[in-house]
């Protein structure tokens, strides 16, 4: 396993993406292990989160360094992080406008928390064995919903993700293989409000 | 890594502690590893889980097999699960009233999730290296609130916990060697209304 940095300061930063927002945890190491306030709602708001209103808290777990997941706009705002192992993230701002087609990467260990708004294209890749992945969002998924996500290929070299582990050694979904590239891609419907 | 029983059906179970529930969780298990909805708001209020309202995700990471935390009770309420690896859960209720000094101990694996109402000591040994324990609550912590946990000693022979690992052998924090036994706890005042 990396190392993970502790005791850094809980801070906030913008990217590239509007709205997104990447997290410094506080991660405390001690004999047994560690602990961390994966999400504190207080402390989080006041640094510029949303306030989320969780509904759902998805874990997946990727048994082997090389699975990836991807690329997939859903209908709510998601807070990812990870509990154990890390994960190269990719993003993909899915949204009508003039950042559609923007992207943003980085590396999650347990000491990062990523916020995504909804209609942003969500993807990672595990950099470890037994790498567990948690979410919270913000609406009820069913598989009916499905068919209002935005899909794009986790491969359309007009992305330019620069894959740690080539996507042809890696354990990919069926579906996830045959999403459409970014030119035929529909952005994301605004919220009806 | 012990075998996770998949695609079991969502289900709540009731316990000798009154409030406290047992959950089984539905795991999707395919190539890639498993999926599951940790927590899902609407599916489990209908199954008599209160409406949690979330504001903090808190996870802990036990490096090495036989890690024991506990026991507190913490004005809050907890629903508790594993993203890896498993635990022995023991829960001792702390409030006022006939059912104080009742314990229920049972495994967590990634298809089990336990809700643990305010005023119910928590406590958990993990059974595998590299175990991440990961729980809701719905209220802030803060280092000053300590002072209105109760904490009862996990060694009380009273309480007849059976830990599948001598705790004389387990790393254990300092705070949680020399918790009262539970003759001598005082139990968790009830919420101010
Ligand atoms: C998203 C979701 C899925 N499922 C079920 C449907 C399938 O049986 C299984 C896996 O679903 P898939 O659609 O293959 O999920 P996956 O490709 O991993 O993608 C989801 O999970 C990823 C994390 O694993 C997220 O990053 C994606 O945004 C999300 O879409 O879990 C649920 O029961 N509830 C859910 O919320
Ligand atoms: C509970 C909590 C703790 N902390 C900090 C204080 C310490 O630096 C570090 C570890 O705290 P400790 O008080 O040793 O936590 P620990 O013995 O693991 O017990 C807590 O965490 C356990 C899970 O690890 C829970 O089962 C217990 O109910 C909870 O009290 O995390 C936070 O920053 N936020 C928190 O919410």
């Not at 090389?66 to 154990?84: F, L, M, N, Q």
């Not at 993230?89 to 009508?96: E, K, Q």
């Not at 999650?108 to 992945?133: C, H």
Request: hydrophobic content about 35%.
């Amino acid at each position: 396993m990396s190392e993970i940095e502790f005791e850094k300061e809980l801070k906030a930063e913008r990217t590239n993406i509007p709205g997104m927002l990447v997290f410094d945890l506080p991660v405390h190491g001690d004999s047994r292990g560690w602990f961390k306030e994966n999400w504190q709602r207080a402390k989080q708001t006041d640094l510029g989160l949303p306030d989320l209103g969780p509904v759902q808290n998805n874990i997946s777990f990727n048994a082997e360094r090389g699975v990836t997941r991807g690329i997939h706009a859903e209908p709510w705002d998601k807070y990812i992080s990870v509990a154990t192992g890390s994960v190269f993230g990719a993003w993909v701002d899915l949204r009508p406008g003039k950042s559609f087609g923007e992207v943003y990467t980085c590396v999650i260990d347990p000491s990062k928390a990523i916020y995504v708004p909804r209609g942003v294209g969500n993807s990672f890749q595990a950099l470890e064995d037994g790498t567990a992945y948690t979410y919270l969002v913000n609406a009820h998924w069913s598989a009916e919903l499905k068919k209002t996500y935005t899909f794009v290929n986790l491969a359309d070299p007009e992305l330019g993700i620069e894959w740690p582990i080539p996507l042809s050694e890696c354990e990919l979904s069926e579906a996830d293989k045959h999403h459409p590239m970014l030119k035929d891609a529909i952005p994301m419907a605004p919220r009806r409000t």
